[in-house]
């Protein structure tokens, strides 16, 4: 079946740790996002992609850090710099072209030991 | 991207259709409206999506006015399954791709 594997689902960090969320689809889709949610609150982007070696920042860059080596993966780091990184983070997927949807994985949650 | 409105809460009786109206007034004549639930610890899961024409699929059924100021999100059959919340976003389809999900609807079908 196709879908999009996020990687572990429950992470637990030290205070000072770098973690990194694993996100892998297998829907050949050219797009994915990641974004974070936060306990009774919308979703916020943090990174995007829409090809392979190529990625911007979105609105709450700061902290993270992505790579899209593959078309397939596109992990998320959550690094020391990131004062707040409790939340459940969720990555998407999509075909490039511009009305098509995004497809989401089932999340990874993330908490501070 | 427009801002949408949807009510809180919404209850719905289990094989009963389930109507979630979502208002977008100042929608754009180039934004799509799509519609996404999210069940409690899950990722957001793709309904349907439309632009002005009304929109069916094998899980939803989309009716867009003529004005494309409301729409409204249509579960023939509602299972207790469906209980989630409904998030109705409006999107530019050239924005580079962020989904703005505001409140949603808390859909609770009953027995």
């Known amino acids: 079946d196709g879908g999009i594997t996020q990687s572990p689902k429950y992470l637990f960090r030290k205070e000072g740790q770098n973690v990194t969320l694993s996100c892998e689809q297998n829907l050949n889709h050219d797009a994915m996002y990641w974004y974070r949610q936060d306990p009774g609150q919308g979703l916020r982007l943090i990174y995007y992609s829409q090809i392979v070696n190529d990625f911007q920042k979105g609105d709450i860059a700061e902290g993270y850090s992505v790579s899209r080596e593959k078309k397939e993966s596109f992990p998320l780091t959550v690094t020391s710099a990131q004062k707040n990184p409790t939340a459940f983070y969720l990555c998407?997927?999509?075909?490039?072209?511009?009305?098509?949807?995004?497809?989401f994985g089932d999340g990874t949650r993330l908490s501070i030991l | 991207d427009a801002k949408t409105t949807q009510p809180p809460s919404m209850d719905c009786a289990e094989g009963r259709a389930a109507n979630l109206p979502c208002n977008h007034s100042?929608?754009?004549?180039?934004?799509?409206v799509y519609w996404y639930r999210q069940i409690h610890s899950q990722g957001p899961q793709y309904i349907i999506h439309?632009?002005?024409n009304n929109e069916t699929n094998e899980m939803a059924s989309l009716i867009i006015t003529e004005d494309r100021k409301s729409s409204t999100l249509i579960l023939p059959h509602a299972t207790l399954r469906d209980t989630a919340v409904y998030y109705c976003i409006v999107r530019v389809a050239s924005n580079t791709g962020k989904l703005i999900f505001g409140q949603g609807t808390t859909l609770q079908v009953k027995p």
């Open positions: 998407a997927s999509s075909i490039f072209q511009k009305n098509q949807p995004q497809h």
């Open positions: 439309g632009l002005k």
């Open positions: 100042t929608i754009s004549g180039n934004e799509y």
